[in-house]
């Protein structure tokens, strides 16, 4: 049975592909190493084990999310994990259910299976975004309507997204009256706020050099659209900015996959810049 009949934003990692058989093998290996540092520090086994799959997680998922970001070049998302990884190491695990919900809804923007978001795929990510938004953040809802309202507007519309934006935004408001989220508001922090504008600024020649994009889609074969990818770049880098300036320095790991993403993919492009 074929996956594109439930979603059309899911893509599994194919291992015929070299980097796909990377990434894999490179998770694995930091899970391991993680089971065994944290044995070693002397916890059980069923600790060690969690902690190894968050590790693993969170490297699978900033790749995965740098992919998104950052199409174009392939081995800027490795890059990527290893600062998550880093990140990891110092700071613990990041919010990964956020993590999720962000690359997922990055893909109904940017398309880059080059389909448009089935009715099963707004039936999860809404529904995912509804539960962090009344347990956790309840500005991810809002971020939900926009990603819904973006892909309603850009190039090759999905009109029935223009209506359905509107019902993120309602659960937005719910959440925001309602809702017991965890992440606390700690009010503008502005170290945090002008570190996440740092790293914001950092990423400019990857947003500038997307608009010569040449990746083609994983369906349709077409070339990525530079106005959706770049609209998802954006609302990528909102989503990280707000959660700085709302929880202070706490949001940089709350949301250190995405930070790690950006820092990879402008350091590769730097990176081979400088070689070339």
Same mark, same amino acid.
């Given at each position: 049975?074929s996956?594109?009949?439930?979603s059309?934003?899911?893509?599994p990692v194919?291992?015929?592909?070299?980097?796909?058989?990377a990434?894999?093998?490179?998770?694995m290996?930091?899970?391991a190493f993680?089971? @065994? =540092?944290?044995?070693?520090? %002397?916890?059980?086994?069923?600790a060690?084990?969690?902690? $190894? +799959?968050? !590790?693993?997680? #969170?490297?699978?998922l900033?790749?995965?999310i740098?992919?998104?970001?950052?199409?174009?070049?392939?081995?800027?998302?490795?890059?990527?994990?290893?600062?998550?990884?880093?990140?990891?190491?110092?700071w613990?695990?990041?919010?990964?259910?956020?993590?999720?919900?962000?690359?997922?809804?990055?893909?109904?923007?940017?398309?880059?299976?080059?389909?448009?978001?089935?009715?099963?795929?707004?039936?999860?990510?809404?529904s995912?975004?509804?539960?962090?938004?009344?347990?956790?953040?309840?500005?991810?809802?809002?971020?939900?309507?926009?990603?819904f309202?973006l892909?309603?507007?850009?190039v090759?519309?999905? @009109? =029935?997204?223009?209506?359905l %934006?509107?019902?993120a935004?309602?659960?937005?408001?719910? $959440? +925001?009256? !309602?809702g017991? #989220?965890s992440w606390?508001?700690?009010?503008p922090?502005?170290?945090?706020c002008?570190?996440a504008m740092?790293?914001?600024?950092?990423?400019?020649p990857?947003?500038?050099a997307?608009?010569?994009?040449?990746?083609?889609a994983d369906?349709?074969?077409?070339?990525?659209?530079?106005?959706?990818?770049?609209?998802?770049?954006?609302?990528?880098?909102?989503?990280?900015?707000?959660?700085?300036?709302?929880t202070g320095?706490?949001?940089?790991?709350?949301?250190?996959?995405l930070?790690?993403a950006?820092?990879?993919?402008?350091?590769?492009?730097l990176?081979?810049?400088?070689v070339?």
């Amino acid at each position: 049975m074929s996956l594109r009949r439930f979603s059309a934003i899911a893509r599994p990692v194919d291992p015929k592909f070299p980097t796909n058989r990377a990434v894999m093998g490179v998770t694995m290996a930091l899970a391991a190493f993680e089971f @065994l =540092r944290s044995l070693l520090a %002397g916890s059980d086994w069923p600790a060690s084990a969690f902690a $190894a +799959a968050g !590790l693993g997680l #969170t490297v699978f998922l900033t790749w995965a999310i740098c992919r998104e970001i950052d199409p174009d070049r392939d081995l800027s998302a490795f890059v990527a994990s290893g600062f998550a990884f880093v990140g990891v190491l110092l700071w613990g695990l990041p919010d990964l259910a956020v993590i999720f919900w962000l690359l997922l809804t990055v893909r109904v923007v940017n398309r880059t299976t080059g389909l448009r978001a089935t009715a099963l795929d707004f039936i999860a990510v809404l529904s995912l975004a509804t539960w962090l938004a009344f347990r956790v953040w309840w500005p991810i809802g809002a971020f939900t309507a926009v990603a819904f309202l973006l892909d309603g507007w850009l190039v090759q519309p999905h @009109l =029935r997204h223009r209506i359905l %934006g509107f019902v993120a935004l309602a659960i937005t408001l719910g $959440a +925001a009256f !309602l809702g017991a #989220t965890s992440w606390s508001f700690h009010g503008p922090a502005w170290a945090s706020c002008g570190m996440a504008m740092v790293l914001c600024m950092v990423f400019v020649p990857v947003f500038v050099a997307a608009r010569e994009l040449t990746t083609l889609a994983d369906d349709t074969k077409e070339r990525l659209s530079t106005s959706r990818v770049r609209a998802s770049q954006m609302l990528a880098l909102l989503v990280g900015v707000t959660a700085v300036c709302w929880t202070g320095a706490d949001g940089l790991v709350l949301v250190w996959p995405l930070w790690s993403a950006v820092l990879g993919a402008s350091a590769f492009l730097l990176l081979k810049s400088v070689v070339a």
